[in-house]
């Protein structure tokens, strides 16, 4: 089994910068995708960004130029820096890895922006 850990959330205003990490542990030889989710009150939790065991990386439209993801896959940690922060970038933060039977999921990093 795969287990994550998330850290680096927190409250921003907009314009700001925060940096998530997440690592893995646990049988981590078989995780082929590390991403980022995120789910704002009321709203489906969507993809922001992945990163793939050969180093490629995707991310949503809406966060393109403004957060980047990142990865070490020896360490098995991905992270994802986040710049010119918005209202609309406030949500749970949820790192996930795939590639091991059943998806694994962190226990989520609140990120709020304020005006």
């Known amino acids: 089994q795969v287990q994550l850990v998330e850290s680096g959330g927190g409250l921003v205003q907009t314009g700001d910068s925060l940096r998530l990490s997440c690592a893995a542990s646990?049988?981590?030889?078989?995780?082929?995708?590390m991403s980022w989710y995120r789910q704002a009150p009321g709203e489906e939790r969507e993809l922001v960004a992945a990163f793939t065991h050969g180093g490629s990386t995707w991310s949503r439209n809406s966060v393109k130029g403004r957060f980047t993801i990142s990865g070490d896959n020896v360490k098995k940690t991905v992270n994802l820096q986040m710049n010119s922060l918005k209202l609309e970038d406030t949500a749970v933060y949820y790192c996930?890895?795939?590639?091991?039977?059943?998806?694994?999921w962190g226990q989520g990093t609140q990120v709020t922006v304020s005006s």
């Open positions: 996930k890895a795939t590639g091991c039977g059943n998806d694994a």
């Open positions: 646990g049988d981590t030889s078989c995780i082929s995708v």
